[in-house]
């Protein structure tokens, strides 16, 4: 058990839904980080957040946006979404801001299934 | 643009025998490079990570892996598998100097026969 939890454990919806995934960092860290895995395109960065501001984006789509709150929770919203979005999203925290050398602790993932 | 390359899809190995996993990776500076372990349906545990120093890194579940910076590679070794061992395997690797992204390798899935 890494300490990040991450709710709900299973979405299904339907194409052009909105969704928003919820994640909660270990206690102390100050990092959250959001991934997208899917079998064609692999584990992607979409974006990282230090202590409420974002620090860098990867590939995140514009109909994707994530914010982190003041308790150092995040959210993503997915919106208008298509099929090619289901996939594990997975979020992952650290204790510093850097993206790059931090370790960064994974939640189980949120699977999404678009139908 | 920082790369990893993981060429091994996935590898077959037998309970007890010694496991390579290559990683080979593209950056201009030093890297930051890890090795990282996603049992099914769970999310990803650090296994090692190598900054500077000793080019050949010890991780937790009798796992270690040598930096070569002359073949821009970061393999993965372990003595002796366990069947537990089965599972994927990702190599990453961060940009040094301030830089805010880790960047994944594809991942190779390991199968462990009895």
């Known amino acids: 058990d890494s300490g990040v939890t991450q709710t709900p454990k299973h979405l299904i919806t339907a194409t052009g839904q909105r969704v928003t995934l919820r994640c909660s960092p270990r206690?102390?860290?100050?990092?959250v980080y959001w991934y997208q895995q899917s079998l064609d395109q692999g584990l992607q960065f979409l974006i990282h957040y230090y202590n409420g501001e974002e620090r860098a984006k990867g590939n995140i789509l514009e109909r994707f946006s994530a914010q982190q709150f003041p308790d150092l929770h995040s959210e993503l919203n997915l919106s208008s979404l298509e099929l090619g979005d289901s996939a594990l999203y997975f979020c992952a925290s650290s204790v510093g801001g850097s993206g790059s050398t931090d370790t960064q602790y994974f939640g189980p993932g949120t699977r999404l299934t678009v139908l | 643009a920082q790369s990893v390359t993981q060429p091994d899809i996935h590898i077959t190995v037998s309970e007890g025998a010694s496991l390579e996993l290559r990683c080979n990776y593209s950056y201009g500076a030093t890297p930051y490079l890890f090795w990282y372990v996603q049992s099914p349906g769970q999310g990803l545990q650090l296994l090692l990570k190598?900054?500077?120093?000793?080019?050949l890194v010890q991780g937790i579940k009798g796992f270690e892996a040598e930096f070569k910076r002359s073949q821009s590679s970061f393999n993965l070794r372990k003595p002796s598998v366990h069947w537990s061992d089965a599972a994927e395997y990702f190599c990453?690797?961060?940009?040094?100097?301030?830089?805010?992204?880790?960047?994944f390798g594809a991942g190779t899935r390991l199968f462990v026969k009895a």
């Open positions: 190598y900054f500077s120093g000793d080019t």
């Open positions: 206690s102390g860290d100050l990092s």
């Open positions: 990453a690797v961060g940009a040094g100097g301030g830089g805010f992204k880790t960047i």
